[in-house]
């Protein structure tokens, strides 16, 4: 089956800049999540949506992030203005169902930079 | 709240020696416990996971873990390192029956020939 996808892979823009990632989970996984991996840290969760609702964003700062995930299938996840402490990986993951230890299963993730 | 340490940033074995990534978790009820592998310019793949059956749990590529209660410990260890063991090791813990991930820091383990 096919993974996790994510575009771009690489993008570089100055601060203030505003920036989306995109992601595409797996067929039928009605989890997705959005990660932040600062170098040198593991991933923090940002968002975790069921279909198209949100069940976590309580990490999300939402002055400059935004996500949605319209029709309960793709993602986009925003930040406007960028901030250099923005710079990061961004990971998307999906799961099949919520409210267990449900494998998720990760994309190759966006990297940015923030100059 | 539910969290993990990873005991050490990096560790370095010859190919052929035994590996052992060690983890330490807290939380205040059952966890579940993961293994997470990420490869250079890859994304995370589990490696493992245990979720209140067996203690000692097998997972992909030779690796295996074991939870211990009294220890607060849920070391992952391989017998013999091959070259393409190398990469960033995630223990994970998350609070059984939800889906939000706490990831460690990480170990980053350096294989030589």
């Known amino acids: 089956e096919a993974g996790v996808a994510q575009s771009p892979r690489y993008k570089i823009i100055e601060k203030r800049q505003s920036v989306a990632f995109w992601c595409n989970p797996i067929s039928g996984h009605a989890t997705l999540y959005w990660y932040q991996q600062i170098l040198g840290q593991g991933p923090k969760l940002l968002i975790q949506f069921q279909n198209n609702g949100v069940v976590d964003d309580s990490q999300l700062p939402k002055d400059r992030f935004s996500a949605e995930r319209l029709k309960g299938v793709d993602s986009t996840l925003k930040i406007q203005p960028a901030k250099l402490e923005d710079s990061a990986v961004y990971l998307c993951?999906?799961?099949?169902?919520?409210?267990?230890?449900?494998?998720?299963?990760f994309g190759p993730g966006t990297r940015l930079l923030v100059l | 709240a539910q969290s993990v340490t990873q005991l050490d940033s990096h560790v370095s074995v010859s190919e052929g020696t035994p590996v052992l990534l060690r983890c330490n978790y807290s939380s205040s009820y059952s966890p579940s416990l993961f293994w997470y592998v990420q490869h250079p310019n890859k994304g995370l793949q589990l490696l493992l996971k245990?979720?209140?059956?067996?203690?000692l749990v097998k997972g992909i590529n030779g690796f295996e873990a074991e939870f211990k209660k009294s220890e607060t410990s849920f070391h992952l260890t391989k017998p013999s390192a091959h070259m393409s063991d190398a990469a960033e090791y995630f223990c994970?813990?998350?609070?059984?029956?939800?889906?939000?991930?706490?990831f460690g820091t990480g170990t980053r383990l350096l294989v030589s020939p």
């Open positions: 994970v813990v998350s609070l059984t029956g939800f889906q939000k991930l706490v």
């Open positions: 993951a999906s799961s099949y169902l919520a409210g267990g230890p449900e494998t998720q299963y």
């Open positions: 245990y979720t209140s059956a067996a203690t």
